[in-house]
C-alpha cells in the first residue's frame, strides 16, 4: 500500500496506478497553528506499507509530513514502512564550505 503527503499527491497516484496498488487514505492536514496532522484511514495492521513524498518547497513543512506519517504507520502497527523521498531536502550542504560556523545538514 502506498501513502503520500501534500507534496505531490499526483506523482504518487501515477505510481500507485503503474504498480497497481492502492492508494492509501489519510487525512493530511493542518491544525489551526499550522503544524501538520495525520490521520491513517486504513487497517495496515502487518502489511508492508510505502510512504511516497519529496521534501520540497516548504522543505519543513514535507520533511515533518513524512515524520508524521511514518510515525503514524507505526502506531498502527505496519510490518515494514519504507519511505521514498525522490527530492530529499537538506542534502545539499554536505561538507563545510566557508568556516567552523556553518552547520552540516546532510
Same mark, same amino acid.
Given at each position: 500500500?502506498?501513502?503520500?503527503? +501534500?507534496? +505531490?499527491?499526483?506523482?504518487?497516484?501515477?505510481?500507485?496506478?503503474?504498480?497497481?496498488?492502492?492508494?492509501?487514505?489519510?487525512?493530511?492536514? @493542518?491544525?489551526?497553528?499550522?503544524?501538520?496532522?495525520?490521520?491513517?484511514?486504513?487497517?495496515?495492521?502487518? @502489511?508492508?506499507?510505502?510512504?511516497?513524498?519529496?521534501?520540497?518547497?516548504? %522543505? +519543513?513543512?514535507?520533511?515533518?509530513?513524512?515524520?508524521?506519517?511514518?510515525?503514524?504507520?507505526?502506531? %498502527?502497527?505496519?510490518?515494514?514502512?519504507?519511505? %521514498?523521498?525522490?527530492?530529499?531536502?537538506?542534502?545539499?550542504?554536505?561538507? @563545510?564550505?566557508?568556516?567552523?560556523?556553518?552547520?552540516?545538514?546532510?
Amino acid at each position: 500500500m502506498l501513502f503520500t503527503g +501534500n507534496a +505531490n499527491p499526483r506523482l504518487a497516484s501515477d505510481v500507485a496506478k503503474c504498480l497497481s496498488i492502492p492508494l492509501g487514505r489519510a487525512n493530511v492536514g @493542518r491544525f489551526s497553528d499550522g503544524e501538520a496532522t495525520i490521520e491513517i484511514l486504513e487497517h495496515v495492521r502487518g @502489511r508492508d506499507v510505502f510512504v511516497l513524498q519529496s521534501t520540497s518547497c516548504p %522543505a +519543513n513543512d514535507h520533511l515533518m509530513e513524512v515524520m508524521l506519517m511514518v510515525d503514524a504507520l507505526r502506531r %498502527a502497527s505496519a510490518s515494514r514502512i519504507t519511505a %521514498a523521498i525522490p527530492y530529499f531536502g537538506y542534502a545539499r550542504q554536505d561538507r @563545510r564550505v566557508r568556516s567552523a560556523r556553518v552547520p552540516i545538514s546532510a
